[in-house]
Nanobody
Framework: QVQLVESGGGSVQAGGSLRLSCAAS????????MGWYRQAPGKQRELVAA???????EYADSVKGRFTISRDNAKNTMYLQMNSLKPEDTAVYYC???????????????WGQGTQVTVSS
């Protein structure tokens, strides 16, 4: 079994910073794709940033230059550094990983429990 545990959400004023973490535990052979998503009230879940095999795949246009995604392979942990936060960044943030549990298996997709980020003006 694999579990993703998120931490680091909270409330900040506009212009502030937060750092989200997502730690994977359990039977892990490799993590192929990592990503952060967010869902604001009344809106669909959207991709914020993604990594594939260590290389940055993409950032949402709305966060480019403000957010940075990174990973620590030794800890099976992914981070999202969020700077210059805006009220429109308010949402529940979810981490997502595609994890292979053994060399002969196909990757499965896992989600974190979600963490609330609230930015006040």
């Amino acid at each position: 079994q694999v579990q993703l545990v998120e931490s680091g959400g909270g409330s900040v004023q506009a212009g502030g910073s937060l750092r989200l973490s997502c730690a994977a535990s359990g039977r892990i052979f490799s993590i192929n794709v990592m990503g952060w998503y967010r869902q604001a009230p009344g809106k669909q879940r959207e991709l914020v940033a993604a990594l594939a095999n260590g290389a940055i795949m993409e950032y949402a246009d709305s966060v480019k230059g403000r957010f940075t995604i990174s990973r620590d392979n030794a800890k099976n942990t992914m981070y999202l550094q969020m700077n210059s936060l805006k009220p429109e960044d308010t949402a529940v943030y979810y981490c997502n990983m595609k994890i292979r549990s053994a060399p002969w298996t196909t990757p499965n997709t896992y989600w974190g429990q979600g963490t609330q980020v609230t930015v006040s003006s």
